[in-house]
């Protein structure tokens, strides 16, 4: 018998093809896992920075609310504002309420309601004193 010892053993027919297949479907797998993540990042990304938006548009409410006095505020009592012209138009609602509080001033409470959802987003309350 003539054995050749640097000659390594041929794989049998097929098992080539096999690991083939094995590594594809490997390769699939991890490349389906990827594409989930990277959805769900981007999907978290457009929901920050809706929440961003709505955010920034109740602070602005906010702020032109302080240069009103307590009387005007307590007349804008129910009032809702877009973010945009109409409501058709935007994404997001402030809507307010004013109440007085004895004879020292009067509590604000602005809620920031996502339109396309309904949900409420953020409330902020705040008491301000007779000026």
Same mark, same amino acid.
């Given at each position: 018998?003539?054995h050749? &010892?640097?000659?390594?053993?041929?794989?049998?027919? !097929?098992?080539? &093809?096999?690991?083939?297949?094995?590594?594809?479907?490997l390769?699939?797998? @991890?490349?389906?896992a990827?594409? !989930?993540?990277?959805?769900?990042?981007?999907?978290? @990304?457009?929901?920050?920075?809706?929440?961003?938006? @709505?955010t920034?548009?109740?602070?602005?409410?906010?702020?032109? $609310?302080?240069?009103q006095d307590?009387?005007?505020?307590?007349?804008m009592?129910?009032?809702?504002?877009?973010?945009? @012209?109409?409501?058709?138009?935007?994404?997001?609602?402030?809507? &307010?309420?004013?109440?007085?509080?004895? $004879?020292?001033?009067?509590?604000?409470?602005l809620? $920031?309601?996502? $339109?396309?959802?309904?949900?409420?987003?953020?409330?902020?309350?705040?008491?301000?004193?007779?000026?």
């Amino acid at each position: 018998m003539n054995h050749d &010892l640097n000659q390594s053993p041929q794989p049998e027919r !097929g098992s080539v &093809l096999i690991e083939v297949g094995i590594a594809i479907a490997l390769l699939a797998t @991890g490349l389906t896992a990827v594409a !989930g993540v990277l959805s769900t990042s981007m999907q978290n @990304g457009a929901r920050s920075q809706q929440i961003n938006t @709505g955010t920034r548009f109740l602070e602005g409410v906010l702020s032109s $609310l302080d240069a009103q006095d307590n009387s005007a505020v307590l007349a804008m009592n129910g009032n809702a504002f877009f973010d945009r @012209g109409t409501q058709a138009q935007s994404s997001h609602r402030v809507h &307010l309420t004013a109440t007085r509080v004895g $004879l020292s001033g009067i509590n604000v409470v602005l809620a $920031l309601t996502r $339109l396309d959802t309904g949900v409420e987003v953020a409330r902020i309350a705040t008491f301000r004193a007779d000026r």
